[in-house]
């Protein structure tokens, strides 16, 4: 019996801790794909999916906001998208078609695992019936450990969707290597049984806090990407609305509560004119003049669109937003755009509104300054407008 209690012991560990693992790899996955999906332009994969002619920069540049997640977490094997298209599916991107990422991959990777564009989905029996899952809104994760050439993998698929339509599916392998290593410490510890029995239980647990403590920094670190818009690196549109509402509500009853939009003009020209890194080089200069601007703790910024930022403050002085937008206005006509050779300037048009009435929300207060933004564009751009009722 005891002989069998040290056995058992190790055994039993070992499977929950295979589990345990497991689970909180489907946990790790199922937020890496949530986060990847927010990432994924889905109008431009649209666009790329339904064109018969493969746009090359487009593609390029899907496949550039996959790749720099995909090289920055080794536990990727791989990320792809698929499309449904006359009652089958096809490839439209995956990340081993950029070449650095492929040129980095290549220790493991060969060929003839690149997938071509629009090659069909060879898809596994279970994926039709997963899809009502992905269709409802869900992210569909595998429960089985899958062997290919890559190793011992788990895939997630996500839905890519433009409002309410479905336009492609999103899917990731991930690396479960490390139960292999669990698996070989059970059989080692079953097989030498008695003390060494314990101290692989007591190895067992070390490496579980160890693994969850990583874990804990990782879950961390993927909370700070998703708080973060990823070319200006400021917050993005949940993150700004989520720091409003904690500076409203722990402002003094009295104070001063303002918000501002702010859009850069004819920033279509920009990407027209000068091509989508200058548009990139743009924006990331107006948000770094623009935080420069509010660096201040009383100040909230975002970018809540595309050329679209946000202000939002709760201060004793009913001057404090319009000073930091006309400060941010000069500063932004002596600081021209520059990339390689080419130098050229952008103006912006803002909606503010200031109200001392602590019922009014951070959303009320945005809406009434989009409506400024408005008439400043509608009167000539290049202005600030404070929202006039």
């Known amino acids: 019996m005891l002989l069998m209690a040290f056995i058992v012991t ?4 070992g499977v929950l801790l295979y589990s345990n693992n497991k689970s909180s790899i489907q946990s790790e996955l199922y937020q890496l794909c949530r986060h990847i999906n927010e ?40 990320i792809y998208s698929i499309k449904e298209i006359d009652n089958d599916w096809y490839f439209i991107l995956d990340t081993l078609q950029n070449q650095t990422v492929f040129d980095r991959l290549s220790e493991y990777v060969t060929s003839e695992n690149v997938s071509a564009f629009r090659e069909k989905y060879d898809y596994p029996k279970n994926f039709l019936s997963d899809m009502q899952t ?16 890559y190793g011992k993998t788990i895939g997630c698929m996500i839905g890519i ?24 410490n059970i059989t080692r510890s079953i097989a030498v049984g008695g003390v060494i029995g314990i101290i692989f239980l007591f190895i067992a647990m070390q490496y579980l806090r160890q693994y969850l403590q990583e874990k804990q920094r990782l879950l961390y670190e993927m909370d700070q ?3 973060t818009d990823s070319l200006t690196e400021i917050s993005n549109r949940r993150a700004f609305f989520l720091s409003c509402e904690h500076l409203a509500e722990n402002a003094r009853e009295d104070a001063y509560r303002a918000a501002a939009i702010i859009d850069i003009d004819f920033f279509k020209h920009v990407n027209d004119d000068y091509g989508h890194a200058a548009g990139d080089a743009a ?45 941010f206005k000069r500063l932004l ?57």
């Not at 309410?164 to 292999?180: A, H, N, P, T």
């Open 333 to 389: 006509s002596k600081s021209p755009v520059v990339l390689g050779e080419l130098e050229f300037s952008v103006t912006f048009s803002a909606g503010y509104k200031v109200s001392q009435n602590a019922a009014t929300d951070v959303h009320e207060l945005l809406t009434l300054a989009d409506k400024a933004l408005y008439v400043a564009k509608d009167t000539g751009r290049d202005r600030i407008v404070e929202f006039q009722g």
């Open 225 to 227: 990407l998703s708080r």
């Open 134 to 149: 992905i269709k409802q809104g869900g992210v569909h994760i595998d429960k089985d450990v899958y062997i290919d050439s």
């Open 39 to 78: 990432h994924l332009d889905p109008v431009k994969h649209e666009l790329l999916a339904s064109s018969p002619v493969l746009d090359k920069e487009l593609q390029a540049d899907l496949l550039t906001t996959l790749s720099i997640i995909h090289l920055s977490n080794s536990k990727i094997h791989y």
């Open 283 to 327: 924006l990331k200069l107006f948000a770094k003049l623009l935080n420069h601007s509010c660096n201040i703790n009383k100040f909230v910024i975002g970018r809540i669109g595309g050329e679209e930022f946000a202000v939002f403050c709760a201060t004793a002085d009913k001057d404090d937003l319009i000073s930091a937008l006309k400060s």
């Open 161 to 184: 969707k433009d409002g309410e339509k479905l336009v492609g599916v999103l899917g990731v392998d991930y690396s479960v290597d490390q139960l292999d290593e669990i698996q070989i």
């Open 10 to 13: 190790p055994l039993i560990s």
